[in-house]
């Protein structure tokens, strides 16, 4: 019976870690906070809402610059999908296309299960200048990436969680109950649901992996020459424009990057010319 005890505990420590790490971590803070803090921390959440309410009522009056105004404001202080996407709209109704995308695709990156976040991105993409067809990929590729971006990465965390428990039931009544055939549908559902609460953490993983790593940008500038080699002197390979979704390949060096797009081709371009997702 301990062995199954210290099984279940396992479970538990394994498949409630993404959802726990960030609440523990945000308790640890909240208690290592003064009043003195406390009280600073609400006065900087309840600007950054009325700091909103302003930005909101601003896109409604159709004030779009003073809304980028605002958001911008409240992007500088803290991450919000909603913030960018908020922004990423702003900007279409400016025109402002490379913006536009730039903060959808920012959007997309922190909740990448919204719908509208990718209807939108998709739409301001149509139209820039670049029609980049993407090269062709493995189904199981595309297939695992559509499968992380399902969900965002709260709630992959809650899922696991959620899956988690009805396991710990599941394999309760496997444990405790004396009838054969209960035991065995009860002891496969749990084993299905720790496959897929396993499978549910993979996700998240990856998720969280890609939101940390910011290796791509989008351009900003109306046209770009893509060189061969990290100098003005190189030869000119192919040239993009702005709102092109670039991939970082060699950020070391201090003015210049290497860089692919969506079709494969590699080369490289100034730092200045793009701005990091």
Known sequence: MN?????????????????AEDSISNDVVQNSLDSTQVKAKKKAV????VLKQEADSAFAKEEYEQAVNLYSKIAKQTESAD????????????DNMAQSVLWFERAYLLNPGDEDTRHNLELARSKTIDKIIPRHEMFFVTIYRNLVNMMSLHSWSVTCLVLFILALIAFSLY???NRTAIRKISFFIAFILILLAVLGNVCAFQQRKWAQNRDAGIIMQSAVTVKSTPSDNGN??????????I?????????????QIADGKVGWIQKKTFEII
């Open 46 to 49: 309840d600007d950054l809402y």
């Open 247 to 259: 991939k970082i390949h060699d950020n070391s060096l201090k003015d210049w990057c290497e860089i």
């Open 236 to 245: 000119d390979l192919f040239v993009i424009h702005e709102g092109t979704k």
């Open 175 to 177: 444990l405790y109950n």
């Open 3 to 19: 062995k199954r005890i210290y099984i279940l505990l396992s479970f538990l420590f394994s498949f409630s870690y993404f959802y």
């Open 83 to 94: 913030i960018c996407y908020n922004l990423g709209c702003s900007y279409y109704r400016l």
